[in-house]
T-cell receptor
Framework: DQQVKQNSPSLSVQEGRISILNCDYT??????FLWYKKYPAEGPTFLIS?????DKNEDGRFTVFLNKSAKHLSLHIVPSQPGDSAVYFC????????????FGKGTKLTVNP | DTAVSQTPKYLVTQMGNDKSIKCEQN?????MYWYKQDSKKFLKIMFS???????INETVPNRFSPKSPDKAHLNLHINSLELGDSAVYFC?????????????FGPGTRLLVL
């Protein structure tokens, strides 16, 4: 039973344009959401997070939007750069912490020069 | 200075063997984790230790035994390896009790069981 779903396995975007990565979740107890970025042969690295009390969090070129009623979050990257090419994992946890993260399958983003 | 390190990076072994993977973090964190990323690319938690005590143990076969000699280390020992154990194993750590906690991951250990 996938509690966190990333339905697009891959996404290709032109450099300078916006990348939008989507994530859906089923567990209404989740109250904290994170995005991790992973390059090949490396571990995931934390990118940005959002608490369920917010609907938007911004950090430079990265913005995460949360729609609690739809149980949906998205990561916007603008402008996209070739160095952003990686696999992006959505993760969720309950009780406000990352004690037990539940991950999606990831979306492979390719930013073309 | 690697924050979370794992050894070995690659491990190829025969079915039935026993192997260990080591993890060390130099971040001063008090909680460490083991995750498994299988062939379907799902990243799933296996174990979590806080101050050397087991706090999360997902449905993992008894053949997997984590050991935490101190807060900075969490090793994973696997007995009687099976083909299905082939995966990438990631160690992670975090500092709890500071509000929202971010987990920091190691580079992964790629295990192939033949």
């Amino acid at each position: 039973d996938q509690q966190v779903k990333q339905n697009s396995p891959s996404l290709s975007v032109q450099e300078g344009r916006i990348s939008i990565l989507n994530c859906d979740y089923t567990n209404s107890m989740f109250d904290y959401f994170l995005w991790y970025k992973k390059y090949p042969a490396e571990g995931p690295t934390f990118l940005i997070s959002i608490s369920s009390i917010k609907d938007k969090n911004e950090d430079g070129r990265f913005t995460v939007f949360l729609n609690k009623s739809a149980k949906h979050l998205s990561l916007h990257i603008v402008p996209s750069q070739p160095g952003d090419s990686a696999v992006y994992f959505c993760a969720a946890s309950s009780q406000g912490g990352s004690e037990k993260l539940v991950f999606g399958k990831g979306t492979k983003l390719t930013v073309n020069p | 200075d690697t924050a979370v390190s794992q050894t070995p990076k690659y491990l190829v072994t025969q079915m039935g063997n026993d192997k260990s993977i080591k993890c060390e973090q130099n971040l001063g964190h008090d909680t460490m984790y083991w995750y498994k990323q299988d062939s379907k690319k799902f990243l799933k938690i296996m174990f979590s230790y806080n101050n050397k005590e087991l706090i999360i143990n997902e449905t993992v076969p008894n053949r997997f035994s984590p050991k935490s000699p101190d807060k900075a280390h969490l090793n994973l020992h696997i007995n009687s390896l099976e083909l299905g154990d082939s995966a990438v194993y990631f160690c992670a750590s975090t500092l709890t009790g500071k509000g929202v906690e971010t987990q920091y991951f190691g580079p992964g250990t790629r295990l192939l069981v033949l």
